[in-house]
């Protein structure tokens, strides 16, 4: 598999640079040379497979050159210990649980199989990286609990502080061992600004091996593209032949554009509807043209607080920069706090299912789209991340309901350790002087 860097086409280099590298040198962000394209009969034979089969056949799609068929067979195993059900609320309406991994968020699926593919190209090399991640809450967790304790693989997490749920804290702050956790006194934006600054720093590159595992890694968003097959397997299943509209809450668009990686490898997709909070800097940029990056506000769905989405140089590369032809396949939509909570209410009342706040402006964006369209496609929207974990949201008479989700025990139990975070000021040669003394 060849990658080139969005900046420069001629800039090529093969899947494992592009794995540790994380971003080319003129600060582009690679993009794979060609998708794998399936067939008819590869699509019909995923029809009958679970998740991990799939899984196994879209990686070696991408990956046959790189990885044998044994080792993809058992990293695609090892990072999809979870199910991915895709669950019916209605007639074509259906959601798409992508939060079953330890974490309880779907970032579990592209850190979980980039942590595997980094300890397959690590061990044969018998190199030592250090791994940097700004995270605004779920990518820390999944990359901590997705990394930990994984052979010549250190892991430094920032994390903006008092910005992050209690539960979230505790996924980024307990682990220990080989996992790192700074709070960072200042927003996301600011966490991830550090990162990029400590990836294109001289000393520091000539010093460590660094590596990143924000949704700029493509190993991040390979697997993504997997459970876009998975949904509509699950739909074949059920007899519903139509190509479905998938509705996906973003932030950093990687979700989103792994989506239409999915659709280019010739997954049936009638459209994508892209779900924000006010941070509506795509959904903009989708009616008027204009990409206009801003500061984050804060919002309920703070996984998806990100005032300049790192993606966006991607997406818009698939669609040649033209505004007219991501219309086409791509329709925006945003949504306030108080739509948000309206949301989470209203699926509890009328079906009986609790989403997370990140999920609900994915449904938001499902309904607003079928409103404007109507049609009889089947509908799938993505849920993020685990309802339980953002309990202190909700409303007292929503927590009593019946079909209230609890949290798997191995969850509850972080909730008792001990929070190990170093507290850091914003500011980019604390960060260095920290790093160079690792
Ligand atoms: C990260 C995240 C998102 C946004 O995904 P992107 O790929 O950054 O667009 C949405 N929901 C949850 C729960 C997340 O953790």
New binding site residues.
Partial sequence: MKLYSTRNRQHIVDLETALFQSLPPDNGLYMPCQLPVLSTSDLKQMVAGDFQDIAFRLSQAYLHDEVDANSLRRMVDEAFCFEVPLVRLGDRRFVLELFHGPSL???DIGARFMSRLMAYFLEKRQRTVHILVATS???GGAVALGFHRVPGIQVIILFPSGKVSPLQEKQLTTLGDNIRTLEIEGSFDDCQRLVKQAFLDHTLNQRLVLASAN?INIARLIPQSFYYFHAWAQLQRLGISKAPVFSV????????TAGVFAQRMGLPVQHFVAATNVNDEVPQYLQTGIFSPRPSIQTLSN??DVGNPSNFQRLSELFDHDVEQMRKRITGYAFNDIQTLGEIERIAKEEQYIV?P?TAIASLGLNAYFHDHPSDAPGVFLA??HPGKFANIYPEALRKLRYWPSLPETTTALLQRHKQAIRMPNDFETFKTFLLSL
């Fill in positions: 968020a779907f970032k809450g779920d990518t949704s809450p973003s932030g950093n668009f990687g979700n989103l996984a998806m997370c990140h993020t991340a």
